[in-house]
């Protein structure tokens, strides 16, 4: 039996749609439709001002003939890689530590999350103080007596994108703890419990049962921490400015300056699609899969 | 949700209201002057425009030397809004003017004779052709070292003749306790010294040669090698705290004796005189050490954008005029540390330094020993100047061969073309 639909049942089917429509024209618009004009201009003559001509992909030999391009490259992959990585090691072992029903785990839960509300911009600037071998950590301790002490990587063209990790690691490892306790506290307790029955060691019993069942925890994390690597700009701005002597160098930094500092737009466009190719070739199998799983299994 | 549109009616019903009646035109000035010194000297021109009454509206885009005016005046010119004026450097104004968006002053310049006062030398970065599209009001010397009187007493040496001879005074500064040479890591920090080195070394000629004409023989010359050869044992000079140091804070290490020198723009001189320093009895100033001084310099100007509105038009002209007026150019750079563009003014109540800074100038417009900074954009485009500032940045602070550098920098154009 059909019945005509009322208005309010028109309207209730609509609404939805009315209402997303403009945020979804916004993103269209404002990410998409540059995405592609960006991508023209990559293939264009650009300079200082964007050109609409056709020169196929000079701006990319350009842009991979310049040895800043490559530094920058590099330090993405250094940098995300250890940056992801220890900041999951990190944060899932203070998760699994602040789980353990200790004292005072909300003003702890506080202390570690805290370095996630300063920008980076401030934890760059305190980092490049403390990492500086004449103000910060080489100078208190030659001060306390160890006089041959040297920790001065951050003068070292081989080992500042080092130092950029360690800033990094320390501000975001806290919110990888957060996602990760949210995740541990959803676990059922009949499990662990159930595991205990049968005999499980509590060292196995995490690394058996209860890592594996904080995957969407990871999923979020490493999605979320991905595009913080990625985007990494403000901090080694304000920690290295890109030096000693471009060393630190990433993609972002990279692009800024051609775009804006270089008249060298095209090449700027070229690199910017260079990143977006990189983000795509990592993070859309991984979406694929994890995603593709979820709604095939549970 | 159905208030939204009448309440985003509302508010901005309110903002209209809440903008002050215009009683007279406002120009709009775009620049990166933020510093505190750098905002004490633009009051100069905004009382001698509001003067002729004009209002000086103030749009400072501080930041990556200017990198991030320059990402703010592409959007607003995209969008058809340009600033009624701009603060230039380098190629900038001339780059702009290509792109069709400049107005010329030349009606002004004839009427005041403005091009005869300005150093044939700087013309090439205010005229585009046979057109004036921006008014200079200062000129920087970037080849200047700033020494601490009294480490140089202590020491036992003085203004050194050579480069050879300032590396030598280095190594006695450091036996009595003293950093040499006080710098940043900055790539523009340390173009600066290799510009100096480019010009002292080689000479005049060979600067133009390699930084202006980017003629690959030059550049690849055992003459570069040298320079480069000099700046490595410049780098012998500098203690290793030097990583991400800024440069005012280098002249304060220069200023209480913890370093001897400083090479650097006379920008820094503000930095001593802040402090109570006198030139010729607490510090000392003289050019970079060669058989050929040369004067490199770096002029600010004002260029004007088109605008439809014949107010703003007229705003403009009172600004060109404002900023050329002999008084402001004087007033404005005793403040700034720098000496006016016009070459035809009296300096004699300017300090020390920047008598001196007159003089050589005139000497070395005598002798084409007049050199556009290069680290500053006056000498090749930016997207070839910043080669150079990205091979001996990397040269300075990795083990690098002279000759490698060299290669680095011949490709490194290469691409760039």
């Known amino acids: 039996m059909t019945r005509k639909k009322s208005f309010s049942d028109r309207l209730a089917d609509w609404l939805p749609r009315l209402v997303m429509a403009p945020s979804l024209l916004v993103i269209l618009v404002g990410v998409y439709l540059f995405i592609a004009w960006t991508g023209w201009i990559s293939l264009s003559s650009s300079r200082m001002v964007p050109q609409y001509d056709f020169v196929g992909l000079e701006q990319y ?4 003939a310049t040895p800043r391009w490559h530094t920058a490259v590099a330090n993405l992959f250094i940098f995300s890689a250890l940056f992801l990585a220890v900041t999951i090691g990190v944060g899932l072992v203070m998760a699994i530590l602040l789980d353990q029903n200790i004292r005072a785990e909300g003003a702890l839960r506080a202390v570690y999350l805290y370095p996630m509300a300063l920008s980076f911009i401030v934890t760059g600037t305190a980092w490049k103080w403390i990492l500086n071998p004449d103000l910060g950590i080489q100078k208190v301790v030659n001060g306390l007596g160890w006089e041959s002490f040297v920790f001065n990587w951050i003068t070292q063209p081989k080992f500042a994108i080092y130092t950029i990790v360690i800033a990094a690691v320390w501000q975001s490892s806290g919110f990888a703890m957060a996602i990760f306790l949210a995740g541990l506290r959803g676990i059922d307790n009949s499990v662990i419990k159930a595991a205990q029955i049968e005999g499980a060691t509590l060292p196995r019993i995490y690394a058996s049962i ?3 069942m904080l995957r969407p925890a990871f999923l979020s994390v490493t999605v979320l921490l991905s595009y ?3 985007k990494n700009f403000d901090l080694v701005l304000a920690m290295t400015n890109g030096g000693p002597g471009n060393a630190t160098e990433v993609p972002s930094t990279f692009m800024f300056s051609a775009t804006f500092r270089r008249n060298q737009m095209g090449v700027g ?15 859309i199998p991984y979406l694929y899969s994890e995603l593709k799983e979820s709604r095939d299994g549970q | 949700m159905k208030n939204l549109f009448p309440a985003l009616l509302a508010s901005s019903a309110s903002l209209i209201a809440a903008m002050p009646a215009q009683a007279e035109v406002q120009l709009e000035v775009m620049h990166h002057w933020v510093a505190e010194s750098e905002a004490a000297a633009l009051n ?18 501080g930041g990556q030397s200017g990198g991030n005016m320059q990402q703010a005046l592409r959007s607003r010119l995209a969008s058809g809004n340009p600033p009624g004026a701009m603060q230039f450097i380098g190629w900038e104004g001339i780059d702009w003017s290509a792109e069709g968006v400049m107005r010329e002053l030349n009606a002004l310049d004839e009427a005041n004779g403005w091009e005869a006062a300005i150093a044939p030398q700087v013309l090439p970065f205010v005229k585009n052709g046979d057109d004036l599209i921006a008014a200079p009001i200062n000129m920087h010397r970037q080849n200047w070292v700033w020494a601490n009187k009294a480490a140089f007493d202590k020491a036992g040496i003085e203004q050194p003749g050579t480069w050879a001879e300032l590396i030598e005074d280095g190594a006695k500064l450091r036996e009595v306790g003293v950093i040499p040479l006080a710098m940043g890591d900055e790539p523009w920090q340390i173009q600066v010294i290799f510009d100096a080195l480019v010009a002292d070394i080689g000479g005049p000629e060979f600067y133009n040669k390699a930084l202006v004409e980017l003629d690959p023989e030059a550049l690849s010359s055992d003459t570069m090698k040298q320079v480069f050869d000099t700046l490595r044992q410049v780098r012998g000079l500098v203690d290793d705290g030097f990583t991400g140091r800024d440069w005012a804070v280098a002249s304060g290490m220069v200023i209480n004796g913890q370093a001897g020198m400083q090479i650097m723009g006379d920008w820094a001189k503000g930095e001593f005189l802040a402090k109570g320093l006198k030139p010729g009895e607490d510090f000392l100033c003289f050019a970079t050490p060669s058989e050929t001084p040369s004067f490199q310099w770096l002029i600010d100007s004002f260029g004007m954008f088109k605008v439809t509105d014949p107010e703003v038009t007229k705003a403009q002209d009172a600004l060109a005029e404002v900023v050329m007026g002999p008084k402001v150019q004087h007033d404005f750079n005793l403040i700034k540390g720098s000496i006016p563009a016009r070459t035809d003014l009296p300096v004699d109540d300017f300090d020390d330094c920047a008598k001196k800074g007159f003089e050589d100038r005139a000497i070395a417009i005598e002798n084409g020993a007049m050199l556009g900074a290069s680290t500053h954009g006056f000498a090749s485009q930016p997207q070839f100047a910043t080669v150079f500032g990205d091979v001996v940045a990397q040269f300075f602070v990795n083990d690098m061969a002279s000759e490698d550098a060299v290669q680095m920098l011949v490709s490194g154009i290469d691409n760039a073309r």
């Open chain 2, 44 to 61: 100069v021109v905004r009382e001698a425009l509001a003067a002729k009454g004009y209002g000086w509206q103030d749009s400072a885009v």
């Open chain 1, 228 to 230: 913080i690597a990625i």
């Open chain 1, 61 to 64: 030999y350009r842009l991979w």
């Open chain 1, 210 to 212: 209860i890592v594996p």
């Open chain 1, 269 to 283: 466009a070229a690199s910017a699609m260079m990143m977006l190719m990189t983000v795509a070739a990592i993070i």
